[in-house]
């Protein structure tokens, strides 16, 4: 800042000077001229008074140039310096005025100034030089104060905010940067490092959560496994056929926890496994509901789909296992007789999913945990020992890939409804839907998703990440 000030003055002072001369030499011709017009006046009137370019004339006109400070030389008719002129060589810069006596040129007369003009203007740049140099010292201190205030103001923040970061990288996320005050650009940096020691708090939250889930799921599988292998070491088995018929379920037990552990990573780097592009959604819908049949029918529990044409962006692959989850998840809950309907459309620029199922149902005060990963609400575990809390998980990190949202709305003991909602790729066409049971499917898809006084969730699918 400094610096700037005093290259500043320095500037303004380059053109100051060269203004300022440039005036002076012109205020300097002006008067020149005057004086050699002057000049020429008083030596017409010598010369008459004289009678020519007489001694006494010349010596007439020395006296005026001395007291005007000029030098002055005369020329004759023929360009020639008279004899006696008070100067005998024409200096440069000279101004040259004709002497006319009754309408006819006698000579001319060729004024300088003498030095006293170079002494003033050199004292007078002397003097510009002197107030530009006190100039540019006042600037300057002027500058290294306000440096030193803005520093100041500054730096006190900056120290606030340096020990927030300090302590954030120490693993203290408490702490509120907003604290630290400072300027508006300050304040914001803060709400910056504010947000980010929440994202940080939030993951360490989930990252605890995460470890100590999967930790119980392990124990408590691996608990078996050694318990029953210590039974049979001792001998203090009575049934090994059954022994190790539980054995090899706790063992594909660990296995398919490693198993969902290993898909939500993958549905948390979505970058790094989509391969999108358009397709049509309604046919992949009826693919996969068509690979679940026979698992419904086995369980007796109608499965039923109407869907009409809808283009989506994304990865087929990936949106099939989405839809896989949320078909296990109604198949794990939903008790025999009972009825999942499966539809698609689009409106307002969104292609809609939705799975509605007749099943248990979920309590208001659990609707919105059931993204979380790992979670599962109490008793759930008595009715679906195989589940890990996984599956919603992996769908909502699925869904929030593609730049879609989930939702839930569910009754307990009324069935649960979830509605995952995509962009469109263009405007569909208008087409009838497909499918036997149209009308009921859809009745009854609607008196579920908008079920009157269902607790209704829109859930972000963030949440869980």
């Known amino acids: 800042m400094i610096a700037v000030a005093v290259t500043g003055v320095g500037v303004t002072g380059v053109f100051v000077t060269r203004t300022v001369d440039a005036e002076l030499a012109a205020s300097a011709r002006r008067d020149l001229r005057l004086s050699a017009l002057s000049t020429a006046q008083t030596a017409a009137a010598v010369y008459v008074e004289a009678g020519g370019w007489t001694p006494r004339a010349m010596r007439a006109l020395d006296t005026v140039g001395r007291s005007r400070g000029d030098s002055i030389v005369v020329l004759g008719t023929e360009g020639r310096a008279v004899p006696g002129s008070p100067a005998r060589r024409i200096a440069p810069g000279g101004m040259r005025a004709a002497v006319v006596v009754r309408g006819r040129r006698v000579g ?3 004024a300088a100034h003498r030095d006293r003009v170079g002494i003033v203007d050199s004292k007078l740049a002397e003097r510009i030089d002197g107030l530009l140099v006190r100039a540019a010292l006042f600037a300057g201190m002027l500058a290294l104060l306000v440096a030193l205030g803005v520093g100041l103001r500054m730096a006190r923040p900056l120290q606030r905010l340096t020990e927030v970061a300090g302590r954030m990288e120490a693993g203290e ?8 005050g400072g300027s508006r650009e300050m304040r914001k940096l803060a709400r ?7 994202a940080l708090r939030r993951q360490d939250e989930v990252r605890r959560a995460t470890a100590a889930d999967v930790s119980h799921e392990l124990r408590g599988a691996l608990v078996g496994v050694f318990t029953r ?4 070491q001792e001998g203090l088995v009575d049934d090994e056929r059954a022994t ?3 054995l090899e379920r706790d063992a594909r037990r660990l296995r398919r926890l490693v198993h969902d552990v290993h ?16 397709f049509a959604l309604d046919g992949l819908v009826r693919e996969r ?16 789909h109407a869907v009409t044409p809808a283009r989506v962006v994304g990865d087929p692959e990936r949106l099939g296992q989405a839809l896989d989850n949320l078909l296990s998840n109604a198949l794990r809950y939903t008790d025999a007789g009972g009825r999942v309907a499966v539809s698609v459309d689009a409106r307002g620029g969104e292609a809609r999913i939705t799975v509605d199922d007749t099943g248990v149902g979920i309590a208001p005060e659990y609707l919105g945990r059931v993204f979380d990963r790992f979670w599962r609400a109490p008793g759930a575990r008595a009715r679906a020992a195989e589940g890990s809390g996984v599956g919603l998980a992996v769908v909502s990190e699925l869904v929030r890939a593609h730049g879609g949202t989930v939702e839930v709305s569910s009754l307990p003991g009324d069935g649960t409804a979830f509605q995952v909602r995509l962009p469109l790729a263009d405007e569909p066409a208008p087409a009838k839907p497909r499918g036997a049971l149209v009308d009921a499917i859809s009745r009854g898809r609607d008196a579920v998703v908008d079920r009157p006084g269902a607790p209704r969730v829109d859930v972000d699918p963030a949440v869980g990440a």
């Open 108 to 110: 001319t007369v060729v």
């Open 289 to 304: 509901v068509a690979a679940h049949v026979e698992q419904f029918r086995a369980r007796s529990i109608s499965l039923t």
């Open 263 to 278: 898909r939500l990573t993958e549905a948390q780097r979505p970058a790094l496994f989509l391969e999108k592009g358009p």
């Open 192 to 198: 910056t490092m504010d947000r980010l020691a929440v």
């Open 173 to 180: 996320l408490d702490g509120s940067a907003m604290r630290a």
């Open 244 to 246: 190790f018929a539980q």
């Open 229 to 232: 292998v210590d039974a049979l």
